[in-house]
């Protein structure tokens, strides 16, 4: 990629997904923002997440022994977001975006904060290269679908799909590259390039779960295992 295309795309980071970011006003807390807007409710779903999902409380004491403790706060911002998006990790200011207007049920919440903090986590343990760098934001799309649930049988199940004895890896490979096509100006073909190279490796990468939680027994497996390596570390 020369220069000058580098620098064209640099303005466009998917950004314009999320109006509320860097647009200079910020809504948040204006007008008429009562006790129970979608922001207020989006809130209350993220500390539920946090609290009581075992693959959001894997993935916050995963960061947190990597040095890169998570703040509900400062890490998190409900904000209103265009189209059907339903949450971003901003990398310039370590936030996850969780798009209020856009996520309705406490399932689908605890998907995306999944999905994000998987980002989060990948951004804190490599230095990974998001703008410039189509094979890293493809491998950790390709762990965020396959790691969050996003693909796990019930959601199939809900969108008529299940059935294949490969579906899990399609699903992957389809939601990663609607993913990257969703902010990244890219063609098909390319993300298709892009994400068919770092498949393999990045599929099989499954920290910090240990394995692929397909469903929320998989996940409290995984973090109580992730808990226990933890002790068995500290008595060494
Ligand atoms: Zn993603």
Redesign the pocket.
């Given at each position: 990629m020369d220069q000058s295309k580098q620098q064209e795309e640099e303005e466009d980071y998917g950004y314009n997904l999320f109006p509320e970011r860097h647009s200079g006003k910020f809504k948040k807390g204006s007008i008429g923002e009562s006790l129970f807007t979608f922001n207020h409710k989006c809130q209350l779903m993220l500390k539920f997440a946090l609290e009581t999902s075992p693959y959001a409380k894997l993935l916050l004491d995963a960061m947190k022994s990597s040095g890169c403790t998570v703040h509900k706060g400062r890490h998190f911002s409900c904000e209103d977001c265009d189209g059907i998006v339903s949450g971003g990790?901003d990398a310039t200011s370590s936030q996850i975006v969780l798009c209020q207007n856009n996520i309705h049920q406490q399932a689908h919440m605890n998907r995306v904060v999944t999905?994000?903090l998987i980002?989060a986590f990948d951004h804190c343990r490599a230095h990974v290269d998001w703008f410039n760098n189509y094979k890293h934001l493809a491998c950790?799309?390709i762990r965020?679908a396959n790691l969050s649930g996003d693909c796990s049988f019930s959601n199939e199940l809900a969108r008529f799909n299940f059935g294949f004895k490969q579906h899990h890896q399609t699903c992957v490979r389809n939601r990663a590259l609607r993913?990257i096509l969703a902010v990244r100006k890219v063609s098909r073909e390319e993300a298709e390039k892009v994400v068919d190279e770092v498949f393999d490796t990045c599929f099989n990468d499954h920290a910090p779960f240990g394995r692929i939680p397909h469903s929320k027994r998989d996940a409290k497996f995984a973090y109580r295992d992730f808990q226990n390596r933890d002790r068995y570390f500290a008595n060494l």
């Open positions: 990790f999905h994000e980002h950790s799309e965020a993913s």
